[in-house]
């Protein structure tokens, strides 16, 4: 599935992301949901930029990809991580790592650096097996905060969140997160909300959005 069309009818259809995430209920039971949701996810629009859309949302031919993205860190809140690619599951969600320490990057559409589009990043917040994940320091993450991605290349790439949100995991702007148009930016998800005991999992996807900074 080289494109993100696909994928993103087969998400609306199911109605559902990371609906394995979480699990456990550990996060909201030992920490609660962190702070209010804030900021306006801004309107990204459409890409200026000419060109045939690849795997990786870059443009081409004749624009070098970025390099893959390796760590994701948010020093103020306590958040670093591996950052592995990920593609599609089974049910036809976003697929995440197995090991809640890592964070999953989705492949198929924009890498961070690129000039357009999307770039998502996703994982567990916690795990029946395995404890607490890397993501769920992301409920620390407010706007006006900072994080980096660094590439396999070395290079560090500063983001400014702009936006946090709490939203069903029935009603996620799919089109929206995942576009690989419009402006550059970077999305980073997990669960939260309440945790549904029976379900066992939680109700809601906690967004981050972020604005590359200027070098």
Known sequence: MPGSSRLLLVLAVAGLIMTGAGGAGL???????????NGHRPSFGSSTATGRRTAGGALGPGT??????VELAAPSAGLHAVVVPVGVDPAG???LPGDVSRVGWYR???RPGSHAGSAVLAGHVDSRERGIGALEALRH??????????????????????????IGKGSMPLK???ARDGGPRLTVI??????????RRYRDNLVITAVPMRP
Do not use: K, N
């Open 190 to 199: 997990t669960c939260g909300g309440p945790f549904d005991v029976r379900a």
């Open 176 to 178: 929206e997160l995942f």
């Open 93 to 95: 969600a976003m697929a």
């Open 141 to 166: 993450v407010s706007p006006g905060d900072r994080l980096t991605v660094r590439l396999a290349d070395g290079r560090g790439l500063r983001y400014r969140a702009v936006s946090r949100e709490t």
């Open 27 to 37: 996060w909201r039971a030992a920490t609660g949901d962190g702070p209010a949701d």
């Open 108 to 110: 198929y559409g924009a």
């Open 64 to 69: 070098a990809l970025p390099a893959p993205p």
